[in-house]
């Protein structure tokens, strides 16, 4: 996606760490273009120059609370807390927050605040419609949601895809080009033969994976720390 076309947040904490896993996980989902500042002063600043769609919150940070920031944000702005405290909850929402983070968060708690975040902006409209992917089967194409795939299988020029009704679409393409395709944030490759949807992992290891319906894949040699990263950031 250009990046005139994606949607700019701030992030202000007075943690890098946190800022840190703030980053990874915008970037994991795509589609913003994030600045963090570990200066609360110098976040607000930002924030009311640039005037940005997202803005993530710490609260208790040095000089400025979060609280204070958020009720000096521009009215195009919303915004997301994200602290290790649970005191300030009904402040939060009192002030209009679109969710509240409690650390540590992992990926899939974020994707949910961004979703509403996105919801909120009115930008998630395109990403709504575009939720799925166009396959050929024989002499016809097939659209698939994401959400219906479990996982991806790859044969010799063709791959399987399982769905959760039990159908199997099989298809003339190869598993790179279809993995292309699909969303970094919600697939995730763990075999030279297998994508698998990160929302169906119900159990994960270095050697196997296993799926919603009691499904068990292998997870490939050269993907095994790949996958525990990525699926231990979303459970």
């Known amino acids: 996606m250009p990046a005139s076309n994606k949607i700019k947040c701030i992030a202000i904490d007075d943690e890098p760490l946190a800022l840190d896993v703030i980053s990874k996980f915008c970037e994991r989902a795509g589609g913003l273009e994030l600045s963090v500042f570990t200066d609360p002063a110098e976040g607000l600043q930002a924030i009311l120059k640039e005037q940005p769609g997202i803005v993530f919150l710490d609260i ?9 920031i958020a009720a000096r944000l521009p009215e195009k702005s919303c915004f997301i807390f994200t602290t290790a405290y649970l005191d300030y909850a ?11 983070l409690h650390k540590p968060f992992a990926y899939a708690r974020f994707r949910t605040a961004l979703g509403k975040a996105l919801r909120r902006l009115g930008a998630d409209d395109k990403a709504e419609a575009e939720a799925y ?23 010799e020029g063709y791959v399987k895809i399982f769905r959760t009704d039990g159908e199997c679409v099989v298809s003339r393409v190869i598993l790179k080009n279809i993995g ?22 119900r159990r994960f290891s270095r050697t196997e994976v296993e799926l919603a319906g009691g499904v068990v894949l292998p997870v490939g040699r050269q993907y095994a720390a790949d996958v525990v990263k990525n699926l231990s950031e979303a459970h």
């Open 180 to 201: 292309d395709r699909l969303p970094a944030a919600d697939f995730l490759r763990i075999h030279r033969s297998y994508i698998v949807s990160r929302s169906k992992v």
């Open 60 to 68: 208790e940070m040095g000089g400025i609370s979060g609280l204070d």
């Open 133 to 155: 992917i166009v396959v050929k089967k024989e002499y016809s194409n097939v659209t698939i949601p994401y959400a219906d795939i479990v996982y991806i299988e790859a044969m």
């Open 90 to 100: 009904l402040d939060g929402f009192e002030l209009d927050a679109v969710d509240y």
